[in-house]
């Protein structure tokens, strides 16, 4: 496969500087294509939460890229992720969202399918000669691995293992699902948007701290002056880490890095209703890891190319179009964990998230301005220079930058650069 | 004077009062009048616009709204502040409410189901939200007040744009 190139004949890779990128990376269908194929394609894409598909049957709909899939779980659990095009004549098997079922049968012309994509059956089977081979006309299956319940998949048989492309993302993640306070992380229903803008517009936003003051400050202004104080993080000690393979985190909150360090730290007074209640019912340090938990933690890790594990929530992008993105924010919850606690947790994403939530909305508005702004200057790049030449170099001898830095968009962008290079 | 009003208390909520009620939301609503609307609710009342058409367990399932008398007061503060930049200009939203039932009705409270169309405009854009909405109607003094409203969009499940007024 040689290098994609711009109708021009400029190799796409071009278009990244290590400070700015051209205004084409927004707006160019060809390169749009060429990502599909070239990223999402050959790396490791995020396609469900294992809370999603508990029981032998489940199955869950997402997409890996442009193309539909079905994640499942077979009669002995384990995951399998499908291609969602019958092996027929290519009628979608499924246009459930989620549910149970003991086969996918096509409602085409009948053929059935097992959990793990095999074909079983087909209806009057001897129209077909006798050499007509089931096995080689199951569900075309990707790579599936996981991680802490991350689910991701893979249409590049080659593809490193999940472990070895996460790399210094894992201990983030691990720090993150401490969220779940002792009980497993579940995932407890999402807001989904589309906004009119490139899909990358979005993965910059993960690791842009800059924005949140002056976007977010209605969100700001809603809070108690303790949470309001919690959130103004520019210009403190938070920061932003390039992780290696495209991912980054941003700290935002450096006291919410390990949700278990310094548990006897007062309770916020807006947590304190909640504290009162699990106070009934659990020991006072269960009570302060439960609240603590609930909070969520105080950092994005951005997962090149389309999930992150942002502070309380996933949030999962999916490219539909160079021009059009659709964001599913993600609620996580504590598995048989106290009733009270989880509600907590719905309310907080409630506030935050959705097309009625106090900061999406606004974001959203920002994106796509920026889609509409990049329609004019075409010949302008787009800086990402802010914090360069002020990094230093973190434990993993990779650029660290200071919380508002665009370190994290740098560090995608040069993952970007590596792989449409190949 | 007396009789008079005893006699209405004691009496079933009508659907004429409780059509009369919803309309002025929905004008006050289309009005952005959000002041006046705050004070058409109850003081223990829930304003939900639920993810999941048919959950009918909205305390413990996510939402798009889930406001008690605190929320809804911040979601007004919110829209009316100027600050955020989604709904500053605020769309301009013209909806028809009709289809009424009455579920239940006695003199303290009813219950009416109802059908939304609104129509959303901003930017050279228009969008149809189409909803069934559950009202729970209280009888508090001569007043009648929202106690409950309950907005089911028929496509709440899909990816929705962002709603920069009140449904
Ligand atoms: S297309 Fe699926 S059975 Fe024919
Ligand atoms: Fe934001």
Redesign the interface.
Known sequence: MTAPRLASGRPMSDLVLPDRIETAMYTDPDIFTAEMERIFSKTWVWVAHASEVPNPGDFVSSFVGLQPVIVTRDRKGRLHVLVNRCRHRGATVCER?QGNATSLVCPYHGWGYAQDGSLRGVPYVEGYTGDFDKSSLGLKALRVEEYQGLVFASLNPEVETLSDYLGHTKLWIDLFMKQGAGYPVKT???????FPGNWKIQLENTTDAYHFPI?H??FI??LDKQAEETFTFLGREGFVEDLGNGHSVMVMIPELIDLEANLDAPIPDRFLPLANELAKTHPPQEVRRIVRAVGGTGFNVNIFPNAACSMAFFRILRPISVRET?VRHI?IGMEGGP?AA??AR??L???FQ???G?G???D???WQRVQRGVQGGPDLPLMVNRGLGLESSSVNHLPKGGVSAETGMRAAYQMWKRMMSA | MTAMTVSISNSAISLDEAITLIWTEADLLDRRDYESWLALWTREGHYVIPVDPDARDHVDTLNYAYDDADMRRMRVDRLVGGHAISSTPAARSVRILSRFRLMEAGPAHCVVHCAQHLVEYKFERQRLYAADVTYRLTRSDADLKLDEKVVRLINAGDALGSLSYLL
């Not at chain 1, 407890?188 to 589309?194: A, D, I, K, L, Y």
């Open positions: 969202r407890s229903g999402e807001h989904r948007f589309r976007v400050r209605p202004e809603s659709e609620a009733a989880n509600r719905l309310r994403h409630e506030h959705g097309p009625m106090f999406s909305p606004d959203v508005e920002a």
